[in-house]
């Protein structure tokens, strides 16, 4: 099954970079490959249900944030309070299993629509479209994927106990006030060019508590700077040959391999593969073949990324040591 697991995103993942890089799709380079890494490490079988859900998440996420800046934008009060409600409601339905994807992405896709989307010369609707054209897209190659190498159904493990209703209530309000927090610094900053940082921080907080968060830490810093290298020494090994998109590709599968490996093994590692292709197809999406500065552009998106991550970090950690957890009577007697 793992060798099934590993075929599926290796090939997947770089079907989908190499079909929107051909394209000259940029947008399309950066999340088709991502939402189809979403889908295909959380499936064992194809399951429309699940594309469906990823793809109403995107679309429902790409409305609901045109309509708060398209109508609310001027009023700042309004617009405030209309984001708050809508990153509670994901914060609360990261909380269920059934519905933890739909939370995922409109926490993740809605807050980077919500900050890139309020400066002036970006095209919010382009970006919404492309978007969800991805996301339709990942779908396409998630099936082509479990058809070429079919998986088998997981057996099913018992679930764990659900945290008491103290540490729940907790862990929501630590994960909307850090959310609310890259908001408003994302508002009041001009922050525009930091796409992949944002996706980035945001990435930290889903795992909706500070020891998973701590995790998430480590493995996004790991990742995050294995992923950049990987990403410049591609670059360097190609020099004067990066305009040959055979060459280009061939070595952007390569390198995606060993991540995709990590993956597939579950736990930190897992998080680790997945922040560093997430770094990878960020920063390669943005590659044009022939473009002047190209390596300083890459270690400019490297430097922003793990400085955000790691200032992430430590607040979401201040945070917590200035509004500790109350004890749980029910457990202490």
């Not at 995107?58 to 009023?75: D, R, S, T, V, Y």
């Not at 969800?132 to 058809?147: D, E």
Request: include cysteine; glycine fraction near 6%.
């Amino acid at each position: 099954m793992a060798a099934s697991m590993l075929k599926r995103l290796w090939l997947g993942a770089s079907l989908a970079f190499a079909l929107c890089t051909i394209t000259s799709w940029s947008y399309g380079a950066m999340f088709t490959p991502l939402f189809s890494l979403v889908l295909l490490s959380r499936l064992n079988q194809w399951s429309g249900l699940a594309a469906r859900q990823l793809q109403q998440s995107i679309l429902i996420a790409c409305l609901i944030a045109n309509l708060i800046l398209g109508f609310l934008q001027p009023f700042p009060m309004l617009m405030l309070t209309a984001v708050a409600l809508w990153m509670a409601v994901n914060c609360i339905a990261m909380t269920h299993p059934g519905s933890y994807l739909f939370g995922f992405a409109n926490l993740a896709v809605g807050s980077i629509l919500l900050n890139v989307g309020s400066f002036d010369s970006f095209d919010l609707l382009d970006f919404s479209l492309d978007l969800m054209a991805s996301a339709v897209a990942a779908a396409a190659i998630t099936a082509l994927m479990f058809l070429l190498f079919p998986g088998q159904s997981a057996t099913s493990a018992s679930a764990g106990n659900p945290p008491p209703p103290s540490v729940l209530l907790h862990n929501l309000k630590l994960c909307w006030w850090m959310v609310m927090l890259l908001f408003g610094a994302f508002q009041l900053l001009d922050l525009s060019d930091t796409l992949s940082a944002q996706g980035a921080a945001i990435l930290l907080l889903t795992p909706m508590s500070l020891n998973g968060s701590a995790i998430a830490t480590r493995a996004r810093i790991v990742g995050t700077v294995i992923g950049c290298s990987a990403a410049l020494s591609l670059q360097l090994l190609l020099f004067s040959y990066i305009d040959n998109f055979t060459l280009y590709l061939l070595g952007f599968s390569l390198f995606l391999g060993p991540f995709a490996y990590w993956v597939c093994q579950g736990g930190e590692r897992s998080a680790i593969g997945f922040a560093g292709i997430s770094s990878l197809v960020v920063l390669m999406s943005g590659v044009v073949p022939g473009q002047k500065d190209l390596f300083f552009s890459t270690l400019y998106r490297f430097s922003s990324t793990l400085s955000l991550v790691v200032i992430t970090a430590l607040l979401f950690a201040l945070i917590h040591q200035l509004w500790p957890q109350k004890p749980n009577l029910a457990s202490a007697q």
